[in-house]
């Protein structure tokens, strides 16, 4: 099974920038779809944005324009820039295997520990 660290959270200031990182063991070419998720307190864990082999992202409507996914398959790593931070954002985000048409997490019983960010001024 291929094992997921998230890394890059911390505290920000409403409107500001953090980027997330998603290492991945093993190649991240052969995953066909991955994605970011969040779970804000006392809420489920929602779907951010997605991102395929070829490149094709997806945004929750509550992140378009602000967030951008991205892969560097020759790191084997993913990432989450996220801009323009608002203080709904604030929550624990992980990264998993997706599937590749609807973004929902392939491997729904395994989670890695998350990074939590915080947005509060």
């Known amino acids: 099974q291929v094992q997921l660290v998230e890394s890059g959270g911390g505290l920000v200031q409403p409107g500001g920038s953090l980027r997330l990182s998603c290492a991945v063991s093993?190649?991240?070419?052969?995953?066909?779809?991955m994605g970011w998720y969040r779970q804000a307190p006392g809420k489920q864990r929602e779907l951010v944005a997605f991102i395929t082999r070829g490149g094709r992202t997806n945004y929750a409507d509550s992140v378009k324009g602000r967030f951008t996914i991205s892969r560097d398959n020759a790191k084997d790593t993913m990432y989450l820039q996220m801009n323009s931070l608002k203080p709904e954002d604030t929550a624990v985000y992980y990264c998993?295997?997706?599937?590749?048409?609807?973004?929902?997490?392939?491997?729904?019983?395994?989670w890695g520990q998350g990074t939590q960010v915080t947005v509060s001024s």
């Open positions: 093993g190649s991240i070419f052969s995953i066909p779809a």
């Open positions: 998993n295997v997706a599937d590749s048409n609807t973004g929902v997490a392939r491997n729904a019983d395994y």
